[in-house]
């Protein structure tokens, strides 16, 4: 078995795992990431689309603006829709913030080229990957690389970044460990189409038959979902029935909904999960390894670059300086955000989607709800603050 050295051993090549080696290797830090997946499938798998105000500020100060700049799409606020009405929210003029529309995909690709053509470690298609030794001075990951070559990787620190069937969390004591989860009793069922987008911002719909959102990727990309059963099947769903759906629940006069080629569709469950503690040892959790909320907020990309930005000081401040203390802090400070974006995401999610059954009592709550949100300065600051993102931490 091979064996190396690192300072900071990542696991997981999504956003969270990139972007924090890319910020550790700015403080002159090495890391070796490694991945269970190939560079194509990382590149290509289609996720998250919008970034807070601070997090894309956050990529263009750290040098990965360059493309974000060139094709990202500048928000200033969405519409809402219910009743048979389109309201808009100014998120500019309500909290002098705005978001950006890019995909998660974009931003992998960025910094998988960036670490990339700089030489530094990024490891695709590792097998049997194990973690030791987390709460030793010494902890080890062994793992088979690409070529089949067994290694052992000694760090200094373990960044768990590997989503939520990674093997890090596993590595949290259950004596110690504490999980939340809900459940919601439906289900997004999401396409990709090669079609002009029918908006210039994004639209959540709030309808009867159930909810819908008109996203996009791009001028010429558009990104939409519909809200399905919790055990719904995609062979149910042909482009039309798809397209049909989409119609109605959008539906408004003097606006149509433009149609075109499905290039990928999937559903997506719909659940809230966090997992406390986020650190065993030299091991950190961040990202989806530790907490998923559902997408009507448009938090988990949001959550997980937060998270990093977080781990990337205490990583610099113990390994550079001899300073733990905002490891120590680290943990705590991480759920403190993660709870607020759980609780916004969860009350857009409440508010917008059609449950099984429901009674009239309770549509008409969800409606009177819209209305304040669209009538109410005060309410439509408070969700143009929570949508744009609070600024990103920092532990001094």
């Known amino acids: 078995m091979r064996r190396t050295r690192t300072q900071v051993g990542i696991i997981g090549a999504g956003p969270a795992g990139l972007v924090l080696g890319h910020l550790l290797a700015r403080e002159g830090i090495d890391a070796v990431i490694l991945e269970a997946k190939g560079r194509e499938y990382c590149e290509q798998r289609q996720r998250a689309g919008v970034l807070e105000h601070d997090v894309a500020r956050l990529l263009r100060d750290v040098g990965l603006g360059k493309r974000l700049d060139a094709i990202g799409l500048t928000h200033d606020g969405i519409y809402l829709q219910f009743a048979g009405e389109r309201h808009h929210l100014d998120f500019r003029a309500l909290c002098g913030r705005t978001v950006t529309v890019y995909a998660q995909t974009d931003i992998v690709k960025d910094v998988v080229a960036d670490r990339i053509g700089r030489g530094l470690s990024l490891e695709f298609e590792v097998a049997d990957l194990a973690l030791h030794d987390v709460a030793s001075v010494q902890p080890r990951i062994t793992y088979r690389s690409a070529d089949g070559e067994a290694r052992e990787l000694v760090c200094d620190a373990i960044a768990g970044c590997d989503g939520f069937h990674g093997p890090s969390r596993s590595q949290i004591p259950g004596a110690t460990q504490k999980v939340w989860e809900r459940a919601y009793p439906y289900a997004w069922l999401g396409i990709l189409a090669d079609v002009t987008p029918s908006t210039d911002e994004l639209i959540y719909a709030h309808h009867p038959e159930g909810f819908a959102l008109h996203s996009m990727r791009s001028p010429t990309v558009s990104r939409l979902y519909i809200q399905v059963a919790e055990e719904e099947s995609l062979e149910r769903w042909p482009d039309a029935r798809v397209w049909d759906a989409l119609d109605l629940r959008f539906a408004l006069p003097g606006w149509k909904l433009e149609r075109g080629p499905i290039r990928e569709k999937g559903i997506t469950a719909m659940r809230s999960f966090v997992s406390a503690p986020m650190r065993h040892g030299r091991l950190f959790l961040a990202g989806d390894a530790a907490h998923i909320v559902p997408p009507t907020g448009a938090k988990g990309l949001n959550l997980a670059i937060a998270d990093v930005v977080l ?41 917008l989607h059609t449950p099984p059954g429901q009674e009239a009592f309770g549509a008409e709550l969800q409606l009177a709800q819209l209305r304040q949100v669209t009538s109410s300065t005060a309410a439509a600051t408070a969700l143009a603050e929570s949508y744009t993102g609070a600024a990103l931490p920092r532990m001094a």
């Open 311 to 351: 781990l990337a000081q205490a990583l610099t401040a113990w390994l550079q300086g001899g300073d733990d203390s905002l490891a120590d802090r680290y943990a705590d400070a991480c759920l403190a955000r993660v709870w607020a974006c759980t609780y916004f995401s969860s009350w857009m999610t409440s508010m």
